[in-house]
């Protein structure tokens, strides 16, 4: 069945039966490359029935249909003609793991961060109202996705809107883990409502005895079935901002589910259709642990193991830091949005209940609330990705910085993270961070400066951002020394042989005719390093110190920046190269920059290695390094170059 769908056409004629036995065959396709190529699982394997159904009722592209997050799409990918790249899904050159307009015209919206889906189809049917079309809106989201202050946001301004919009609330009642809040526990009230699906029942099996349904006749239904609602399920919220609600109904019932779709359809204004999936659904080891497969690396089907067992890393030491620190300091408390195992969070949870807080995909609160927290003379902790800490730019300036609190902001999965690509990417923390007056920024070298940076954060009473990546440390270089942290120092990790200096030491180098030459002095190169590149420099100037008196530095802190140190430094080798897992722009090539021309630093040659200014597309980290130019190999040979010793 699946080899015959090369688009959603070929599924609309297809029978119930036909339906059901495509889905059992996507069901296993994912489960076989998610398990070879890592990826999303259990989101994709509950929503199989309801893509089906969605591109039975719906015509993409001229039908939009927004999918909140996005990683729930590899059903839509494979029905929209995408089956065979599947299989190189999230890898370099393959497709990507979330929607991307570039890739299909069906995927009308790029998505990736949470809690987008209802304003992007709200505008989309603002902008079809406009020009006179009449083409169907439609987001669909999570349960865990609503949490989001934007969702929120975009329901209140939609309901209002009496537009054509449908809302398709995927409620499976977990979002990375089990879904919190208030919401969820509305939500809880109508997942039991079974009185309120008979009603729902009741109102369809009249709708589809009916061919061709009025407009009056369908209002008249609305109206009978608000009346009802309002009896059996107490401040119906859906209702009252304007929507009109539609279920629960079972999600994994297309018969169901495209009945409900049509529905819809001949309902006019703002519709919210509430739809009951399981996460994992038909792979039951996913079932039993929807969370270890929200995002999972390569696994045994069998199983359910990891094909490669878990290195630790710095998510990992961060929390374990974190519980160590808490134990002598009942001050500290941890706040996550959504991602306790993401962040290293877990057993902080199990060993500090009260003080943890896991407060839904809501980055925006989490600051703020921290901020708050924070007045109060507590001492909070908030991991959040970096992407994600795009979303509370202004909390972190506006409520934490202004204030001057302590708060310790904690950007996991800073840099290139790899396959899950541009919306993923932490290259640009550092820029938008180093804006914020009063902000320390730190990054670690390893495991165990990040503990220090902790601890010595914990102490510090001022706005802290530690900056780590995804994943562990460069197996290739052990430091040895961990020197103390001091505020705004920098760590000076080699030192040029200043004996040396002052020998004519001649090497030999091999030009491309074959003859030696003869060199006297050798060159000398500061290079300058923050966060996981300082082991890649050390490594270079390990291969490049018997041609190059190296000096390498750690940053350790991009704001407040040991101007003293790096001017000394810069003074002495006059070349300089920087070297950082962010973007060119506005992070520490530019502040050494900056320094330079500010001390007006004469007859200094700098190069900076960092990320270009556009977003980075998916692939493996080394990958992309080598792509960008941050590997080993290309910085060397540039180097060399510099110093015509290629
Ligand atoms: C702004 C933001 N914060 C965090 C995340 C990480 N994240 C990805 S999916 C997800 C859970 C989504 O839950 P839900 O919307 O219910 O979808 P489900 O996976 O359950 O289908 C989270 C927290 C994100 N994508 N965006």
């Known amino acids: 069945m699946l080899e015959q769908i090369n688009s959603p056409n070929d599924l609309k004629n297809l029978t119930l039966k036909q339906k059901e036995e495509l889905a059992q065959e996507i069901r296993n396709y994912i489960l076989e490359i998610v398990s070879e190529n890592g990826g999303h699982l259990s989101s994709n394997l509950g929503v199989v029935e309801l893509t089906i159904a969605l591109h039975s009722v719906f015509n993409v592209p001229e039908d939009k249909i927004v999918w909140d997050v996005g990683h729930q799409t590899y059903v839509h990918k494979i029905l929209t003609g995408r089956r065979e790249e599947l299989k190189n899904i999230r890898k370099l050159n393959g497709i990507a793991g979330f929607p991307k307009t570039k890739e299909s015209e069906t995927d009308c919206f790029n998505t990736g961060h949470s809690s987008t889906s209802v304003s992007a189809a709200l505008g989309m049917a603002r902008a079809r109202d406009l020009q006179g079309k009449n083409n169907a809106c439609i987001a669909v989201i999570g349960d865990g996705a609503l949490t989001g202050g934007m969702a929120l946001e975009a329901l209140n301004d939609a309901g209002f809107s009496k537009t054509n919009i449908t809302v398709i609330l995927n409620d499976n009642e977990m979002s990375i883990s089990k879904n919190i809040g208030g919401m969820n526990q509305f939500l809880d009230k109508l997942r039991t409502k079974k009185l309120y699906t008979r009603t729902n029942k009741l109102i369809k099996n009249r709708l589809n005895s009916i061919p061709v349904i009025g407009t009056k006749m369908v209002r008249i239904i609305q109206r009978v079935k608000r009346a009802f609602k309002q009896l059996l399920v107490h401040g119906m919220f859906f209702e009252d901002i304007g929507f009109t609600y539609l279920g629960p109904v079972d999600g994994h019932n297309i018969e169901k589910l495209e009945s409900i779709l049509r529905l819809s359809n001949q309902i006019e204004g703002p519709k919210i259709i509430h739809v009951l999936t399981k996460k994992g659904k038909g792979y039951t080891i996913a079932e039993k642990n929807p969370d270890r497969f929200h995002a999972t690396s390569p696994f045994n089907i069998e199983t ?77 902790v908030v991991p959040i990705y970096s992407s994600f800490y795009q979303r509370a730019y202004d909390q972190v300036i506006h409520d934490v910085a202004m204030q001057n609190l302590h708060v310790i902001m904690c950007v996991d999965r800073a840099g290139v993270v790899g396959a899950d690509g541009e919306t993923h990417q932490g290259t640009l923390d550092m820029a938008f961070f180093r804006l914020v007056p009063n902000l320390v920024i730190m990054s670690p070298k390893d495991f165990r400066e990040l503990e220090d940076m902790l601890e010595y954060a914990v102490k510090l009473n001022k706005p802290i951002v530690i ?44 030009t491309k005719n074959g003859q030696m030459e003869k060199i ?117 040979s540039k180097i060399m170059s510099q110093f015509n010793l290629n």
Do not use: W
């Not at 002598?328 to 941890?334: D, G, L, P, R, W």
């Open 467 to 510: 900056r780590y990546p995804r994943g562990g440390e460069d197996k290739k270089t052990k430091f040895e020394k961990h020197n103390k942290i001091k505020l705004g120092k920098a760590e000076i990790l080699k030192r040029i042989d200043e004996n040396l200096k002052f020998k004519n030491q001649i090497i030999e180098n091999q």
């Open 304 to 380: 359910g193991e990891p094909k490669k067992q878990k290195q630790d890393d710095y998510s990992k030491i961060f929390g374990k830091k974190l519980v160590e620190l808490a134990k002598n300091n009942e001050k500290i408390v941890a706040i996550t949005a959504s991602m306790k195992d993401g962040t290293g969070l877990r057993t902080f949870q199990k060993e500090f209940p009260k003080r943890f807080f896991d407060i839904g995909i809501a980055e925006q609160h989490a600051i703020t609330m921290a901020a708050g927290m924070a007045k109060e003379g507590m001492i909070p």
């Open 520 to 636: 006297k002095n050798k060159p000398k190169l500061s290079i300058i390093a923050i966060g996981k590149m300082v082991s890649r420099a050390m490594n270079i100037a390990e291969k490049i110190q018997d041609k190059i008196d190296v000096e390498v530095i750690n940053a350790r802190f991009l704001k407040p920046f040991d101007n003293q140190t790096i001017i000394e430094c810069i003074q002495k080798t006059k070349n300089v190269v920087t070297i950082e897992d962010g973007t060119i722009i506005d992070g520490l090539g530019t502040t050494v920059k900056e320094l330079i021309s500010d001390n007006k630093l004469e007859g200094i040659k700098i190069e900076c290695f960092a990320y270009p200014d556009e977003f980075i597309k998916h692939g493996k980290v080394e990958e992309l390094e080598e792509i960008y130019g941050l590997d080993e190999n290309t910085i060397i």
